[in-house]
């Protein structure tokens, strides 16, 4: 077995000098990385539990989708904030990409272009698409304005988190914190970002889309 | 020899006084106030249960008010459950999964400083509610509608609703931190196969609580939306559903009583080998079975709903899988027995708790099997036969192995060996207080006793058997009494334990008592399943500093692979940070703030909350080990 | 170890004793109908199982303590075998076995009722039972007669919160569920009073949740139902003053009275309380002493319940309890 070590290790003279300059192989996984995978396990488990929670609910003693004469939810902004919020993706993958392969550039413009269109996904939601169902209903209507409510608005509070760490990269990034060797955090970044975006398309499944059928 | 022991200890020690009480990132002394502050919350839970049985010992008594009663009961489960056996488990994870495993630290010693930190605050947060008489009164599980606000005013229910999702903080970042310190952290050669079974148990358990947790949190935050802001997911007027409490409840409940249960069965497996002088029989199946009760305990939950009137379609499944539940508890129940008779029993006192165990455990894993029953349990469902039921097995299941385990590892936290005289005293009236406390729970629950009734009528068979079980409440206490007062003799007084007192097998026994702050002088080199038992040169060569590297350059340790345990990397490992505990400050803000309902203040706290995190972050550089 | 068998013992013979004993005891372990008969042959069908099991192992682990050992003897075998026998093999034998019966018995308990079964809607209130026979047009609280040797169709709701309906003799229990109506049998086979009591924790009184159901020859419960959905006769004397003490101090905004022009349903339906054995859902025998402590001061005897005490005049009150007695 080929041990790749971080350092000079001679187990017998029992000295070990932690110099950590080679990138660990590809295959081993950081701790760090298991800790966001589980993160991401646990809240993807909040998301699935409460999309469980809405079909129940509905199906429960609901004939009627929505209900009390609520409109089916409209598509074109929702299509429209999918855009945004999925082509981030790419951007936010480029970055990761660069890092990896030791280019700054592609590891700034990538988070910066990650950022606008998130920042774009919120903006449309909370200046467009909430002041016109709130027009229609609120989560004090009924039990669907309820699940709407809470289920996007917990979406976007992930989102506004994903912001978050991105700036934190951004400024690490412009610091330069991240080498090739060095990037954990901002992988870390990455994944919870994909995550985010993942959601979304069973947030926009569920709550906009299900209700036609 | 003594020189790499002092350059590790000038690496790893913590420098002393109160700061350092604050920020402190050492596993052991985290897990050893896991510990401590869970005992102090089984006391006070004790304490409260006494007085329900003293209010039950005869009808028609009038100890406490109604009101005082359900408070009483339901902080009496919650406490038990919450604060008691759940974090008392991890704090023994957090001391000794890391030694069994030959580590340094869990994976990340600051999330871990930040669990102990939200654990406390947030049952601090709990407990507030029953000095100012607004504890929660709707029992353990909280049922809705009663918990709404309409049939609940005030601020009772709150400290639930938000308690619980607050504590599923630290549950949720210990489970993570177990986890990933399982996987990355274990001395090189101790492959996934040689790991303890303790171990395996706190790795099935974490995994159970990635995936419980989350459907409590959000019953919960459903439930706060409802009360604090006009919601409506529970209520049917418009549309909601109060079952929905209870499927989501439940999905998390059940799953729940083995996470309590089955670091304990670790501990069992652990220790029982130990007096048997011998390995444990068929340690695969043993190991297999923690993992299927973690998996399988997610399919059972629709039996804690028997009598709501569900199709019966679904009953009959939930039945069936209430049924197969019962294997992997039968295939440890019998390795167990039959370590025993291949080995050689030393009765000492942990081992007198483990018996004592199996006896209790047997006996309310039985009633198990006899509520998967669907009419069984239609029958008797939310009678005192439940409340027998459950008491054994978390009393018998886990009490008896936490004290079992008290006493087999004090001697290695403190350094001294508790009284055996003491301890037996402890045993058999804590044995037998609790047969008579909870056996004759059955009867009564047979003879038509519901559960949580503040009082009851003479004359309809219950008088007698809840006298006898109030009595034997008295006799447990005593027990536990007995145990208190010979800890506080023996960290005194206690005979010096030596490093292996037990001439036990397993990595913790290879180092001093207690264990110095560096754990291990040189990472071990395992290989083995009884790593002291077949390597019993293993002790001296750590200490030489030969077993293994040494680290003595930076705060490192070893991260290994996955199933193998290969070596891979060296980690360099955060020390003492005042961080962990500014943001579970934070959080208590945000909570507290949410309780009365003070949005802005909830907003400092999360400013609060920000702060810590990102002076947490900042120095971290990589983030590798939070 | 001794000792505790020994109790295990005791324990068996006493619980066999239990069913002769206290016969105000509502017991499971004393069917009165066919429901309860069944669970509790399933009940001593699991509990010979789990005693021979709990036996088995107990006996392993006493022989694994107590055999002697010579001193080098070596342990042959690893022990899998057994525990593949013993804890996969054998269980699974008899958890299938049981899974069979019980399903067996599930199937038994809930085989629709026959349609033209007496149907009689429960309805469960903070703390208290409403009484419907919508086909008698009968209203009534806290006790429900039913026919001895006929199965009673039940349907169960609930007023405000979750409540559960048991009466451990006669069937299993059911949970009354906002939102939702519940089905079920119930049958007793022989005249008597049987004991039900609320099982779902449903606030402060939960404890003093109880009722009686009360099982008569049918003839007997054909002239009950006649008797009951008679409205109030009119009143003379002291009770009459009653009827109007009754009619103007509070007791109207939340009791009805058939017959007169009381009919708020926040309280149970008095038409005819005085032929009830119980005041309060079970809480205290019908008496006009219980009665006045009752009227004058409810929260002192249950403390919670969604009645306020009445300001009376003593002439007033003793009016008052003569009218409410005298509503046979
Ligand atoms: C540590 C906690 C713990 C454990 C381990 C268990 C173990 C089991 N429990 Fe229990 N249970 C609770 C804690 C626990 N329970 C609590 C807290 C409640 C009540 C909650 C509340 O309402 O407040 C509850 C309630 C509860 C109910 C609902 C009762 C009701 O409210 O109506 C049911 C129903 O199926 C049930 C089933 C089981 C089963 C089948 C097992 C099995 O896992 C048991 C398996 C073990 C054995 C059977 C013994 C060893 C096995 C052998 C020796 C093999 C041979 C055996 C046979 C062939 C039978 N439990
Ligand atoms: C791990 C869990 C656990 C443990 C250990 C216990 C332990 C005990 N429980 Fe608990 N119990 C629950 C979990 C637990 N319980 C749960 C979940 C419920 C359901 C709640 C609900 O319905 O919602 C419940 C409900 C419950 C009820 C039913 C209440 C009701 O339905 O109305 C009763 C009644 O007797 C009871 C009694 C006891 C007793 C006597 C003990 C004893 O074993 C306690 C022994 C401990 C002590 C007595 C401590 C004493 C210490 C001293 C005296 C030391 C002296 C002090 C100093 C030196 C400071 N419990
Ligand atoms: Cu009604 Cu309990
Ligand atoms: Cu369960």
Redesign the pocket.
């Known amino acids: 077995m080929a041990l790749e070590y971080r350092g000079r290790y001679d187990a017998m003279s029992s000295s070990f000098a932690p110099t950590a300059t080679t990138a660990p192989d590809a295959r081993t996984r950081e701790s760090g990385w298991w800790g966001m995978l589980l993160f991401i396990t646990t809240e993807a488990t909040i998301f699935g539990v409460l999309f469980a929670t809405y079909f129940y609910l509905r199906f429960k003693n609901m004939p009627v989708w929505p209900p009390d004469g609520i409109k089916q939810p409209t598509l074109g902004l929702p299509l429209l904030m999918s855009a945004f919020l999925l082509t981030s993706s790419i951007p936010m993958h480029i970055a990761e990409l660069g890092v990896k392969k030791g280019k700054q550039t592609w590891l700034k413009a990538g988070l910066a272009v990650s950022f606008l269109l998130g920042v774009g996904f919120l903006v449309i939601m909370l200046g467009f698409e909430y002041p016109e169902k709130l027009k229609e209903f609120t989560p004090q209507t009924d039990v669907y304005g309820s699940l709407f409510f809470l289920i996007t608005g917990l979406h976007g509070t992930h989102v506004l988190v994903g912001l978050a760490m991105n700036a934190w990269a951004q400024v690490k990034a412009a610091r330069g914190r991240f080498d090739q060797a060095h990037h954990l955090t901002m992988l870390n970044v990455a994944a919870y970002w994909h995550f985010v975006d993942v959601i979304w398309i069973f947030v926009f499944l569920t709550l906009y889309f299900s209700p036609r059928f | 020899m003594a020189a790499i022991a002092e350059r590790l200890t000038s690496i790893w020690e913590e420098t002393p006084g109160l700061a350092s009480w604050l920020t402190t990132v050492d596993h052991k002394r985290i897990g050893k106030r896991y510990i401590a502050t869970a005992f102090v919350f089984f006391v006070l839970a004790g304490l409260e249960a006494m007085v329900i049985r003293v209010q039950l010992a005869r009808p028609d008594q009038a100890l406490v008010s109604p009101d005082a009663y359900n408070q009483l009961f339901t902080m009496h489960g919650i406490t038990m459950i919450f604060l008691f056996a759940t974090p008392i488990l991890s704090g023994f994870g957090n001391f000794f999964v890391p030694l069994m495993i030959g580590a340094r630290d869990m994976a990340f010693p600051r999330l871990n400083a930040f669990g102990y930190w939200v654990f406390l605050f947030a049952g601090l947060f709990m407990s507030f509610s029953l000095i100012i008489g607004k504890a929660p009164t709707d029992g353990?599980?909280n049922y809705v509608p009663f918990a709404l606000t309409h049939y609940s005013p005030g601020l009772n229910i709150d400290f639930y609703g938000l308690g619980i999702i607050f504590i599923g903080i630290s549950s949720t970042t210990g489970a993570i931190n177990f986890i990933v310190t399982i996987f990355k952290m274990r001395a090189p050669g101790m492959s996934i196969n040689r790991m303890p079974l303790f171990v395996w148990a706190v790795l099935s358990t974490a995994f159970a609580i990635v995936f419980a947790l989350p459907s409590l949190t959000v019953a919960n935050v459903l439930l706060e939306l409802d009360r604090k802001a006009g919601f409506h997911f529970y209520d049917v007027s418009h549309g909601g559903d109060p079952i929905l409490w209870q499927h989501l409840f439940w999905i998390f409940g059940h799953p729940d009583?083995?996470i309590?249960?089955l670091p304990a069965l670790g501990m069992v497996s652990t220790i029982l080998p130990v007096f048997s002088r011998r390995p444990i029989v068929a340690y695969p199946y043993v190991a297999l079975s923690t993992v299927a009760v973690g998996i399988v305990g997610f399919g059972v939950w629709v039996?804690?709903m028997?009598a709501t009137g569900l199709p019966q379609l679904s009953m009959t499944f939930f039945s069936a899988a209430?049924m197969m539940?019962?294997i992997p508890?039968?295939i440890q129940?019998f390795a167990w027995v039959i370590t025993i008779i291949k080995g050689r029993p030393v009765y000492t006192v942990p081992f007198l708790f483990i018996i004592g165990f199996i006896v209790t455990f047997?006996i309310g894993?039985?009633t198990?099997?006899m509520?998967?029953a669907v009419p069984f349990?239609q029958q008797i469902?939310?009678s005192y036969f439940?409340v027998a039921?459950?008491h054994y097995?978390?009393f018998g299941?886990?009490v008896f192995p936490i004290f079992g385990a008290l006493y087999y590892w004090l001697p290695k936290m403190t350094g001294r060996l508790m009284n055996e005289r003491l301890g037996k005293l402890s045993f058999w009236l804590i044995f037998i207080g609790f047969q008579v406390t909870f056996f004759p729970m059955h009867i009564m629950g047979l003879l038509g006793m519901p559960r949580r009734i503040y009082t009851y009528q003479a004359g309809l068979g219950w008088d007698v058997w809840n006298m006898i079980s109030s009595i034997g409440s008295f006799i447990l206490a005593a027990g536990v009494l007995a145990f208190i007062v010979d800890y506080f003799f023996s960290v005194r007084r206690g005979r010096p334990a030596g490093d292996n007192p037990w001439a036990a097998d397993t990595l913790e026994w290879a180092i001093s008592s207690p264990p110095p702050a560096y754990n291990f002088e040189s990472i071990p080199h395992v290989r083995s399943r009884e790593p002291l038992w077949e390597q019993p040169g293993l002790p001296e060569e750590i200490r030489r500093g030969t077993a293994g590297p040494v680290l003595d350059e930076g705060h490192a340790t070893v991260a290994t692979s996955v199933l193998d345990a290969d070596t891979e990397e060296i980690l360099e490992m955060p020390g003492e940070s005042s961080w962990p505990v500014v943001t579970a400050l934070g959080m208590l803000v945000v909570f507290s703030a949410l309780l009365v309902s003070h949005l802005a203040l909830a907003a400092v706290g999360l400013l609060i909350m920000a702060w810590g995190i990102a002076g947490w972050l900042w120095n971290t550089g990589d983030v590798t080990t939070l | 170890m001794r000792h505790l068998r020994a109790r295990v013992w005791f324990l068996i013979t006493v619980a066999f004793l239990l069913p002769a004993c206290s016969s105000a005891s509502p017991s499971a372990l004393r069917p009165r109908g066919p429901a309860a008969q069944r669970i509790d042959g399933l009940w001593w069908f699991m509990f010979w199982i789990a005693l021979g099991?709990f036996c088995v192992?107990i006996g392993m682990l006493l022989f694994g303590m107590l055999r002697r050992r010579k001193p080098d003897s070596v342990e042959r075998g690893s022990g899998e075998t057994a525990v593949v026998l013993l804890?996969i093999v054998a269980?699974v034998i008899?958890?299938v076995t049981l899974f069979v019966v019980s399903i067996h018995d599930l199937n038994a308990l809930s085989a629709p009722a026959k349609t033209n079964a007496l149907t009689v809607n429960v309805i469960g209130h903070d703390w208290w039972w409403e009484v419907r026979y919508p086909q008698q047009h009968v209203v009534t609280a806290n006790e429900i007669h039913i026919p001895t040797g006929k199965p009673v169709l039940l349907h169960l709701s609930t007023g405000d919160v979750i409540h559960s309906f048991w009466v451990p003799q006669l069937s299993e229990k059911t949970d009354m569920i906002p939102g939702k109506i519940n089905r079920m049998l119930i049958q007793a086979d022989h005249p008597g009073v049987y004991r039900g009591q609320c099982a779902e924790f449903c606030g402060l009184e939960h404890a003093r949740m109880s009722f009686l159901v009360i099982a008569e020859a049918p003839a007997q419960f054909d002239a009950w139902t006649a008797a009951e959905s008679q409205p109030l006769a009119a009143t003379t004397g002291a009770a009459a003053r009653g009827e109007k003490v009754f009619l103007h101090s509070t007791c109207v905004s939340c009791h009805a009275i058939q017959g007169t022009s009381a009919s708020a349903t926040d309280g149970p339906d008095l038409t005819h309380f005085g032929s009830r054995r119980t005041i309060a859902a079970n809480t205290l025998p019908n008496t006009r002493g219980n009665l006045a402590a009752w009227i004058e001061d409810p929260q002192g005897i249950k403390p919670g319940a969604d009645m306020p005490p009445a300001v009376l005049e003593p002439s007033q009150l003793q009016a008052l309890l003569t009218f409410v007695e005298g509503l046979k």
């Open positions: 353990w599980f009583v083995y309590i249960v039996h804690h028997f209430s539940v019962v508890s039968g129940m047997l894993g039985l198990g099997p509520f998967a349990d469902t939310d439940v039921h459950f097995v978390l299941g886990a | 099991v192992v804890g269980p008899i958890l």
